[in-house]
């Protein structure tokens, strides 16, 4: 079993950036593909980013690229999504993923575990 806990989210104003982070406990000796994903009200979950376990691949929606940056620190067990130029359309509640033995994929139900979400709101 893996514990995944998000932090960071909050309220910015358009163009400003925020910083998630997403710690991981429980069985993180196994190599774990990390992914972002978020859900806006009304809206299915969509994925965000994702990182593999040695942090060599990367992955980006189209609606992101550019402007976020996922990264993951595996001594401290933990994943981070830069969010720079935030828009209001990126408001949703955020969540981190984890994918066992996984490349990156960017389809939700490949993920085996997930955290409670943080929420991120940008007012225009």
């Known amino acids: 079993q893996v514990q995944l806990v998000e932090s960071g989210g909050g309220l910015v104003q358009a163009g400003g950036s925020l910083r998630l982070s997403c710690a991981a406990s429980?069985?993180?000796?196994?190599?774990?593909?990390m992914g972002w994903f978020r859900q806006a009200p009304g809206k299915e979950r969509e994925f965000v980013a994702a990182?593999?376990?040695?942090?060599?691949?990367?992955y980006y929606a189209d609606s992101v690229k550019g402007r976020f940056t996922i990264s993951r620190d595996n001594d401290k067990n933990t994943v981070y999504l830069q969010m720079n130029s935030l828009k209001p359309e990126d408001t949703a509640v955020y969540y981190c993923?984890?994918?066992?033995w996984g490349l990156g994929d960017q389809d939700k139900n490949e993920y085996e575990y997930w955290g409670q979400g943080t929420q991120v709101t940008v007012s225009s």
């Open positions: 993923a984890a994918d066992l």
């Open positions: 990182i593999t376990w040695s942090g060599g691949s990367t």
């Open positions: 429980g069985r993180t000796s196994s190599r774990y593909a």
